[in-house]
């Protein structure tokens, strides 16, 4: 089928971006590694979805006749440069462009966004580019458009196998659309593709849903993430069982489901990974991986959340710096002061070292003795956790270990690694107190100053 004249247009401009950014990719200068302070990874915000699925309360808007894309494509760009200048990040280890419903944006923007960063950092050619796409009936061209643009992995939000449930969850599209959509991506980006499915639904049975994980199996081969329905106040499935029309989803039922769910997949050959996300033959997140890792980031785009040290004050703390929710203000600030920051907070040593462990545990590889020192010299893994009774309980009971490589859940222990979580933070809370007789706390910079400062 033939392009029509704006498409074909388009089309190609979206090529040559992609090219761009490769040739600043091989310019030759071989970067030199960067310290962790101006090493990032960065997350886009995509505000925008079709329709509102009855489960998510994620911040995602509908827009009637559509969003105005070309405004909010210039405020993304301006905000990843702003941002890229107060971080002073010079490297982007990955792009996540989430949502929403990022896979109705154009194909431009995403180019538009990757070429602004080539830009003004470095952006390896390599770089993990993963795109959220939501099935559709007819996916082919869109993917390979979001290819040529420079996405390189897909994250796709299949959900179910089984469209009466599809229908429960507000979904757009078919059981049938979920698998056209997963075959396309495997061709277009094969060995970097993950599905998101979902567990855990009002009235799901365990064995279906199982057969529905095998079926799943016998299409993807990378990468898939298991989520467990969280009934969210404000949803329209949280009222419906608040109001007895649908069953409460059975959370005992649920882990069970779980439990089971992780058991094929490891006899599957995939690597648990993370609490949520299973990978084979190496195809893990990386971006997600930094997160995990309590690695810097850059969130741009309305409501998205980021973490890095601002360059130019000494000593400064790394920041959580949170964008304003709603695209419209989100746009009106970022066109005033270039990036619509609503909220800054310091983070106290306390609360950094927190996320390390409630973050780092996630993962299999848990929090190396490395890892950790390198963001608590002083005190040791063993100093903080081996001393304690609590801790010792767990580690007997086969649930953490604690040895030469760090801290970690095992195999069990990462199926119920809420309930450790708090063991864990409340030691690192009596052990820091014991040391540092002031408690750090979150202090809000005022929005005004903020903005005033530009920084
Ligand atoms: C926010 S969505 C964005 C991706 C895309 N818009 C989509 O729907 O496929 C990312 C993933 O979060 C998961 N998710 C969203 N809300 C959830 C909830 N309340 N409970 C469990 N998982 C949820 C879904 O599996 C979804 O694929
Ligand atoms: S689950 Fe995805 S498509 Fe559905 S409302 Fe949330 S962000 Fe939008």
Redesign the pocket.
Known sequence: MGLSGARARSWVAVTKVAQRRHLVDRTGESPSPEPATRRAALYVHWPY?????S??N?N?YIARGGPEEEALRSCLVTEARTLLRLSGVRRIESVFFG???PSLASPHTVAAVLEAVAQAAYLPADSEVTL?A?PTSAPGPRLAAFGAAGVNRLSI?L?SLDDTELQLL???HSASDALQTLAEARRLFPGRVSVDLMLGLPAQKAGPWLRQLQELLCHCDDHLSLYQLSLERGTSLFTQAQQGILPAPDPELAAEMYQEGRTVLREAGFRQYEVSNFARNGALSTHNWTYWQCGQYLGIGPGAHGRFVPQGVEDHPREARIQTLEPDHWMKEVKLFGHGTRKRVPLSKLELLEECVALGLRTDVGITHQHWQQFEPQLTLWDVFGASTEVKDLLEQGLLLLDHRGLRCSWEGLAVLDSLLLTLLLRLQEVWQQRTPVPGGWSAVPVSQDKARQT
């Open positions: 979805c079709q329709k509102r699925c489960y998510c994620f995602k949502g929403g419903t959220e939501n939000g959900q507000g979904r757009t």
